[in-house]
């Protein structure tokens, strides 16, 4: 089983619209949680991180159910230039490593 | 403010050749990640490391690929003997500890000919 799995869509959206990616992970003592966002042939930059108490930062959401172990990334009102591959990142705490999951790719459509 | 650097940013080689991979990270960050990133696929880990050690190498392929970073200069990523299998963007990225955001460099891609 892979430490971090991503719906690979590809989600199609109109803009304006809502969407959600959903992202579960394998090891219950994961320490760490983060989005990111790779634009093709770019390098992955930061987008937020997850926190228990989930946490907001515009028109993103990002959530952590550690029960059902899983993490969550809305994005509101959906810009065209957030077309890109979301990844979600998990850091287990028991190594240094942190594992990606193959991405979820977003086009909004004018 | 520079993020984190990596040089070159294209690297040709035949095969058989070495290709040295070059990394400085963000100011104030100690930790350095190596990331390979094959055509349609997603970023697997290769090696991570401290200033003049290797805290973790299990991601790197057992033969011909070594990584470095020195207590002084760059990190480097140094592959031998090259073959076409190795082409592929190679990311480094940095961060302020094990558990911190990692930041990415731009990536060097590696074409093997």
């Known amino acids: 089983r892979k430490e971090v799995e991503q719906d690979p869509g590809p989600f199609n959206v109109p803009e304006g619209a809502t969407v959600a990616f959903n992202c579960t992970y394998s090891n219950s003592a994961s320490q760490s949680f983060f989005w990111y966002r790779q634009d093709c042939r770019k390098e992955p930059k930061l987008l937020m991180s997850v926190y228990s108490s989930g946490n907001e930062d515009g028109r993103f959401t990002a959530q952590l159910n550690r029960a059902s172990q899983y993490i969550s990334l809305l994005i509101r009102d959906s810009k065209l230039s957030d077309s890109a591959t979301y990844l979600c990142v998990v850091n287990l705490g028991t190594g240094n490593q942190f594992y990606f999951g193959t991405g979820t790719s977003l086009t909004v459509i004018p | 403010n520079a993020g984190v650097m990596q040089n070159p940013r294209h690297l040709v080689r035949r095969r058989g050749q070495e290709a040295r991979l070059r990394c400085s990270p963000m100011?104030?960050?100690?930790?350095v990640y190596w990331y390979r990133q094959l055509p349609e696929e997603g970023l697997k880990f290769m090696v991570y490391?401290?200033?003049?050690?290797?805290?973790?190498e299990s991601g790197m392929p057992k033969e011909r690929f070594s990584a470095e970073f020195p207590k002084e200069g760059p990190s480097i990523l140094r592959i031998q003997q090259v073959v076409r299998g190795d082409s592929a963007a190679y990311f480094c990225?940095?961060?302020?500890?094990?558990?911190?955001?990692?930041?990415f460099g731009p990536g060097t891609r590696l074409t093997v000919t």
């Open positions: 490391l401290q200033k003049e050690n290797i805290i973790d």
């Open positions: 990225a940095s961060s302020q500890g094990p558990s911190y955001e990692q930041y």
């Open positions: 100011k104030g960050h100690s930790h």
